[in-house]
Structure formats: C-alpha cells, structure tokens
C-alpha cells in the first residue's frame, strides 16, 4: 500500500516540496540532531537532509549555499550548519 512505499522513501519525500510545516521541521530536527556533532552539521550534509532528491533537482546545492551565505555569516565561516540556522534559512528563504 501507499503506508508502505512512504515509509521507505526518506522523510522529505514524504512531504509537499518545499513546505516545512512543523510535522516536518520536528522530523529534520531529529535527524538533524542524530547526525550533528556539537550541534553543528557540514552544510552539505544538512541540505542532504533538509531537502528531498526531487527538490534539490529544483533548488541545487549553489544556490542553497548562495541563500545560506545571505542569510547567515556563520555557516558562510565555518562550512557547517547548526539548527537555529536552519530554522533561520526557512523562515527567511522558504
């Protein structure tokens, strides 16, 4: 059934593109908490995760990184992400 196949796809894909209701940001919190390390995550990793294969065919790794620099001067610094910044990026991009 349908319940089956979801289950099996990673958590964005489960979701409409590009909408991070709160069912979904609590999701990629967890992942996103599982996967950190001192509560920073590579920003290539994390857009892994925040986005579904199909959305990063629409929305590709520079232009993310060209949102993330303009939204946030931390993550431009270090290369990494920590979860208040991606909560910064989708409210500001998203």
Excluded: I
């Excluded at 289950?7 to 992942?31: I, K, N, V």
């Excluded at 995760?49 to 001067?73: I, N, P, V």
């Amino acid at each position: 059934g349908v319940g089956s196949l979801a289950a099996a796809l990673p958590p964005a894909a489960a979701y409409p593109h590009f909408e991070f209701g709160d069912a979904r940001r609590g999701e990629l919190q967890s992942t996103f908490d599982f996967a950190a390390e001192n509560g920073r995550l590579d920003a290539k990793q994390t857009y892994k995760l925040m986005f579904s294969k199909a959305e990063r065919e629409e929305y590709g790794w520079a232009q993310f990184e060209e949102d993330l620099h303009a939204t946030c001067g931390a993550a431009k610094e270090s290369g990494t992400m920590a979860w208040g910044d991606v909560v910064s990026f989708l409210d500001d991009n998203l």
